[in-house]
């Protein structure tokens, strides 16, 4: 751990454009790892510069198709922004352009050493019609560190979320007026240096997309089975799980159809000898335990490095924290604790045995919270209980916060106007 620091030091010392990371030190993740200390002389270069920005109106605007045929991903709006970076120049003027196919190299470094980072963040309409996103000041960090993690260049979070806020007002006629609908962004980075050596790119472009979603379980709630996965594994210590790089997720489709042959819908990716549970394919994981004098004991495994930092999980943490401590109190049971701590399969198949397990389900942005119903696991079924509604006493209550905090209906801070 000290000498990893040590090197992103020396490396943020020598090499001044991505060692301008003006949001990480602010970061409040629970795990050291991710709050790497970086020192660094503010580049002489230039950040992101919202006032260059050039918009170019697509000509050919489309007609956004009706909001029930939409598929998660699979439509995008007329306009995306794009920002070019150069180890020379820093950040170029961005651009706002009609959707449309990038021209890039073969050469270029993103298509033969996964050079790319994303997120993922969601636009809403409020009954009053006010666009809001929900907590984008998270994703901004967040990118940011991703980008540190693979040696992408850093920005300035707040003129890139301004820019994004641009790109949405253009055309947040795309965003659906039904309910459970929003608009999907996709913020990406990519290497784009033009010769095949492994090194910091000296080039990069940053872009984002957008793309109308519907309610992820338009049917209501549906609970998913999941095959307890050892025979794989998503991330590892001193990896890449704590980061949305593009290369986490490629090596899970050969695992996730897997699970679906053997009749699963999604992988419970299990950690070390003791099958630490850590996420659900691409989500954060929570467990709901009843301990013997009645109290409810909310736990998700701690940030150590191999569980991304999800906004969602955050958040459900902060709401089920300000429940326990009295601060704000939602309908949950009374005695309620949350912690983050490590949770073996085998303290999971006891619970499910002893009548001792409440709960499980994940959490995320596309489908906000996933509900679990059993897990295939050595051989075994584990039940996971669920109500006549698909979810579970806690579950139930934070999808309802979450949505409510999202959509407007409940007025938070966590909801930015955009
Ligand atoms: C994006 C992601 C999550 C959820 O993060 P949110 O910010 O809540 O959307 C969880 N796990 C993985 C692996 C992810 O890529």
């Not at 809403?124 to 992408?152: C, E």
Request: charged share 15%; glycine share 8%.
């Amino acid at each position: 751990m000290a000498s990893l620091s040590l090197r992103h030091l020396a490396r943020a010392r020598t090499a001044a454009p991505w060692a301008a990371l003006v949001c990480t030190r602010s970061l409040r993740f629970s795990s050291s790892l991710l709050d790497i200390p970086i020192t660094h002389s503010p580049s002489s270069l230039p950040d992101i510069d919202p006032s260059k920005l050039e918009v170019i109106q697509n000509p050919n605007p489309k007609t956004p198709p009706p909001a029930s045929t939409l598929v998660f991903g699979h439509t995008f709006t007329d306009h995306m922004l794009t920002v070019p970076w150069s180890a020379a120049n820093g950040w170029d003027a961005p651009r706002i352009i009609p959707y449309g196919p990038l021209s890039l190299e073969p050469s270029s470094t993103v298509f033969h050493y996964a050079q790319c980072i994303f997120e993922g963040m969601k636009a809403y309409r409020q009954p009053n019609g006010k666009v809001t996103l929900f907590r984008p000041d998270m994703n901004m960090k967040r990118m940011n560190n991703s980008a540190h993690r693979i040696a992408l260049p850093n920005f300035n979070c707040d003129s890139f979320l301004e820019l994004i806020k641009k790109l949405i007002r253009l055309d947040k006629h795309w965003i659906p007026t039904q309910s459970g609908h929003s608009l999907y962004v996709r913020p990406t980075m990519i290497g784009t240096q033009t010769s095949i050596g492994v090194s910091p790119p000296n080039q990069a472009l940053l872009y984002v997309i957008c793309s109308p979603v519907g309610p992820y379980y338009p049917q209501g709630f549906k609970p998913v089975s999941l095959h307890g996965t050892s025979e794989y594994v998503r991330a590892s210590p001193g990896g890449t799980g704590a980061f949305k790089v593009g290369i986490n997720y490629a090596p899970g489709v050969l695992p996730q159809k897997a699970a679906a042959t053997l009749g699963y819908s999604q992988n419970l990716w299990l950690h070390g000898p003791e099958h630490y549970l850590t996420e659900v394919g691409t989500m954060n994981l929570f467990v709901v335990f009843k301990r013997p004098d009645g109290t409810h004991e909310l736990v998700t495994p701690p940030l150590d490095g191999m569980i991304l930092p999800g906004v969602t999980r955050d958040s459900v943490l902060a709401l089920g924290r300000g429940h326990a401590s009295g601060t704000h109190r939602l309908d949950l049971p009374d005695k309620f604790v949350v912690t983050e701590r490590q949770v073996p399969m085998k303290e999971v198949q006891e619970a499910s045995k002893n009548g001792s397990l409440v709960e499980l389900f994940g959490a995320g942005t596309a489908a906000v919270i996933t509900t679990v119903d059993k897990i295939g696991y050595l051989g075994e079924e584990v039940i996971i209980p669920t109500g006549s509604d698909g979810m579970g006493p806690v579950s139930r209550i934070m999808w309802k916060e979450l949505v409510g905090r999202q959509t407007g209906v409940i007025p938070s801070e966590w909801s930015v106007e955009i």
